[in-house]
C-alpha cells in the first residue's frame, strides 16, 4: 500500500496541501555573550594548568603544554571532520576529554620526573587509567547508540576524544617528551 501511495502522490492524482498556522521556533536560553565568558574562563584554567606543569616539570611540562594544545585542535578537527553535532552535553564532553587528557599527561610526567623513561611512563600510566576509564569508556559506547541526540552528541565526542588520547599521547607527547630524554 505505501508503494500504491507514494505513485499516486508523484503522479499528481492525490492532491496534498499544507496550511501552516502557526511557526514556532524554539530559541536557546543561553546567549552568545554567556559562551564567550565560558570559553575565556576554560582557557584561563587551562592556562594556569600549563603554567603549574611548566613550573613544576620544567621543560617536561612545557612540552607536554604544547602537546595539550596540539591535542585541542585535533580534537577540534576531529569533532568537524566526522559531523559530529555539538550540544550542551557535547560541550561538556569535550571538557571532560580535555580533564581526562591533562590527568594522563601529568601521570606520565609524574613517572618521567621520578626517573623512569618515558615509554615505559607512558605503558604503566595506561595500563592504570584503562582501567579506571573502563565505567567512562562503556557509558560513552551507550550514548553513542541512545536515540536522544543530545546523548549521542556526548557519546561520539567522549568516542573519539578517548581514542584520540590513546593515540595522541601514545604518538605525540611521548615523541615530545622523548626529544627532551635524548639531550
Known amino acids: 500500500t505505501a508503494t500504491e501511495l507514494a505513485t499516486l502522490i508523484n503522479s499528481g492524482k492525490y492532491p496534498l496541501q499544507y496550511e501552516i498556522q502557526d511557526n514556532m521556533s524554539v530559541y536557546s536560553d543561553i546567549t552568545e555573550k554567556q559562551v564567550t565568558y565560558f570559553a575565556i574562563v576554560v582557557v584561563a584554567i587551562l592556562v594556569i594548568v600549563f603554567i603549574v606543569h611548566t613550573i613544576k616539570y620544567k621543560t617536561n611540562g612545557l ?61 604503566e600510566v595506561y595500563k592504570k587509567e584503562l582501567l579506571r576509564l573502563l565505567p567512562i569508556i562503556i557509558l560513552t559506547l551507550v550514548f553513542c547508540f541512545a536515540g536522544w541526540s543530545n546523548l549521542i552528541s556526548f557519546g561520539l565526542i567522549m568516542f573519539w576524544g578517548l581514542i584520540l588520547i590513546l593515540t595522541y599521547n601514545a604518538l605525540v607527547t611521548k615523541i615530545l617528551l622523548k626529544l627532551k630524554e635524548s639531550k
Open 63 to 123: 612540552l607536554a603544554s604544547i602537546a595539550t594544545v596540539g591535542f585541542v585542535s585535533i580534537l577540534s578537527l576531529l569533532i568537524r571532520y566526522t559531523n559530529v553535532n555539538i550540544s550542551i552535553e557535547g560541550i561538556g564532553a569535550i571538557i571532560l576529554t580535555l580533564i581526562i587528557n591533562i590527568i594522563i599527561v601529568q601521570n606520565i610526567l609524574e613517572k618521567v620526573k621520578k626517573g623512569i623513561n618515558v615509554r615505559e611512563a607512558v605503558l
